[in-house]
């Protein structure tokens, strides 16, 4: 007979090395899973380090059955979340299990009763740590994830709800071959039509400035928050978290890849697709245990030697509120995918993610001949 559940707090140099080496070894067989360079997971963990953590509390939990990790969860309180949606929940997230319900149920009622005992109404998750970052449970596409985007087995879904979780939000991630974005976007009616909107209404569209990159990262901070400012779950950036967030993405940029769009003059939107980095570290194979050094010369073999990306992800867009009825958001996805044709290493590309409840981006997406062909779910559960 197996030996019982229990969930301690992760509290001791090894308790957080177990925690933090878990992701190895419940998905050593899964051919899907991306690794994360360890560094990458260190700065998500470390509450020093990770910016989101300046206005968040919470704590990290493992599950053991003896002496044998068996899943991991963080219960955490986002204060400015709270404070901008005018909520009065709290999350979990970094949840990990083996198909377990035992041990589920242990992890997801340890974070609910964290959250409960802080006086808040419900629990939502996943999300590590905030909307910026990896949230959401994968339950349709059971493929590689792109860069960014998490990825579980499908048994998540079953364990999660049978928890007592319910479906909070649904987000899309849409995917375009090269075969389907020349039969779309190359089309003489689409392409007459970004014109004949251009036009109407005064939009003007331009490649990222080479030369003046602080600058138009600082633009690009400011159109971000102001264009996601009602959307749900999103809470803006602080400067750390924009100033990290370029940080990281700009170890993958490509200045091809990323335009601003104005209306009569007027800073209006931006759009940005990256290189898909998950196809390299699949190749590099990060893990606990290799100095990273290593890690990074395979990566850079993978990347510029013998380049294995022939996928791209459009990770970042946004449009100011003022400018949402004029065209700019197809516009610029027009843009973009005109870009990614343009190079011959692109095949694919992911867009994502995409709110259920964002008919637009969802018509919009559809119109160029993306399919979704990935779900990702939050999921909720009443603390009262």
């Known amino acids: 007979m197996p030996a019982p559940v229990t969930v301690r707090k992760v509290e001791t140099p090894a308790d957080f090395r177990a925690f933090f080496e878990f992701p190895w070894t419940l998905y050593k067989d899964d051919p899907n899973w991306v690794p994360p360079l360890l560094s990458m997971r260190r700065d998500l963990l470390d509450k020093k380090r990770n910016p989101s953590w300046e206005y968040m509390e919470g704590d990290h939990f493992a599950a053991w059955r003896g002496d ?23 999350w979990f997230g970094t949840f990990e299990v083996y198909d377990d319900q035992e041990a589920a ?43 960014l985007m998490p990825y579980n087995p499908p048994y998540y879904q079953r364990l999660v709800e049978a928890a007592g979780f319910t479906k909070a939000m649904d987000v899309y991630s849409f995917h375009l071959s090269r075969q389907g974005a020349q039969e779309h976007a190359t089309a003489d009616r689409l392409q007459r039509l970004t014109q004949a909107v251009m036009k109407r209404n005064k939009i003007t569209v331009r490649q ?41 993405l700009g170890q993958f940029f490509n ?15 931006f759009i940005m697709a990256i290189p898909d980095f998950n196809q390299v570290l699949k190749r590099a194979n990060p893990r606990p245990g290799v100095p990273e050094i290593i890690t990074l010369l395979r990566a850079l073999w993978h990347w510029k030697i013998r380049p294995v990306m022939d996928w791209a992800r459009i990770p970042l867009m946004g449009v100011k509120e003022a400018y949402r009825k004029k065209g700019v958001d197809a516009v610029l996805y027009y843009h973009v995918l005109m870009a990614l044709l343009a190079d011959p290493h692109v095949q694919h590309s992911d867009s994502g993610w995409i709110l259920e409840v964002n008919e637009n981006m969802v018509s919009i997406a559809r119109s160029f001949g993306s399919e979704i062909y990935k779900t990702h779910r939050f999921y909720e559960r009443c603390l009262k």
Request: proline letters at 5%; a negative charge.
């Open 208 to 248: 990222i400035d080479r030369k003046r990159l602080h600058q138009e990262f600082e633009l690009f901070k400011e159109i971000y928050n102001a264009a996601w400012e009602k959307n749900w779950g999103f809470v803006p950036m602080n400067p750390r978290e924009l100033d990290a967030l370029v940080k990281s």
């Open 105 to 147: 149920s242990a992890l997801l009622n340890t974070a609910a009763d964290w959250v409960r005992a802080r006086g808040y109404d419900a629990i939502r998750g996943p999300q590590s740590f905030t909307t910026h970052e990896e949230c959401g449970i994968l339950i349709d596409g059971f493929v590689r994830p792109v860069l």
């Open 68 to 90: 044998q990790i068996v899943g991991t969860i963080t219960a955490h309180i986002n204060h400015r979340h709270n404070e901008f949606h005018q909520e009065h929940i709290g």
């Open 255 to 269: 200045p091809d890849f990323a335009f601003f769009a104005d209306v009569e003059g007027q800073p209006a939107g």
